[in-house]
């Protein structure tokens, strides 16, 4: 299996900040990368598909980069309602497995 | 608007057996039958865990191997329904299952996937 590893496992920032998550997959899955939000309560939420491309609808401070093994989800300007929980995905093998997740607080 | 519907969760003793189901609806000008699903499963307070995924025609199937040899994923397409077997259940598989509807969006020879849709989750309790 392609594991995928997170870091942090959690943030505090402010509003205004740039956050910065990364996701580390244990082989190379090109750019099968996905990004999701979460928030308590709700399910999950695409952000961030093929490791850079923005969902529709998403805000455009949001943006994520990599490709290979190594991949970063960047948030600018951090905004309150943007807390939450923020996983990535590998959609490289048909066994699409989450990271641990990167608990972001306000 | 695609809406998934998932039923059949609830408190059973270890050991025992569940099936959950997913009703898919709101398909407008593709099907149920285009489309990869997936269960995923979330332990309160915990992260997410992909569970099981089944391809739109059923002949790619995948599980986690927390799960394999116990869970069996099917779809009935007639049906719009997706299901999820689950056989000798244990404490650890105390979760909210969610359904999913796998998106595939290519440009030029690369294909990407992703959950697009999501149910809004059964609670499976085990526990004797």
């Known amino acids: 299996d392609i594991q995928l590893t997170q870091s942090p496992s959690s943030l505090s920032a402010s509003v205004g900040d740039s956050v910065t998550i990364s996701c580390r997959a244990s082989q190379s899955i090109a750019t099968y990368l996905n990004w999701y939000q979460q928030k308590p309560g709700k399910v999950p939420k695409v952000l961030i598909y093929a490791a850079s491309s923005l969902q529709s609808g998403v805000p455009s401070r949001f943006s994520g980069s990599g490709s290979g093994t190594d991949f970063t989800l960047t948030i600018n300007n951090l905004q309150p309602e943007d807390f939450g929980t923020y996983y990535c995905q590998q959609t490289f093998s048909f066994r699409p497995l989450f990271g641990g997740g990167t608990k972001v607080e306000i | 608007e695609v809406n998934l519907v998932e039923s059949g969760g609830g408190l059973v003793q270890p050991g025992r057996s569940l099936r959950l189901s997913c009703a898919a609806s709101g398909f407008t000008f593709d099907s149920f039958g285009d489309y990869a699903m997936h269960w995923v499963r979330q332990a309160p307070g915990k992260g997410l865990e992909w569970v099981s995924g089944?391809?739109?025609?059923?002949?790619?199937?995948g599980y986690a191997d927390s799960v394999k040899g116990r869970f069996t994923v099917s779809r009935d397409n007639a049906k719009n329904s997706l299901y999820l077997q689950m056989n000798s259940l244990r404490t650890e598989d105390t979760a909210f299952y969610y359904c999913?509807?796998?998106?595939?969006?290519?440009?030029?020879?690369?294909?990407?996937?992703?959950?697009?849709?999501w149910g809004q989750g059964t609670l499976v309790t085990v526990s004797s």
């Open positions: 089944i391809s739109w025609d059923s002949n790619d199937i």
């Open positions: 999913a509807k796998d998106v595939e969006h290519c440009s030029g020879v690369v294909c990407s996937n992703w959950f697009d849709t």
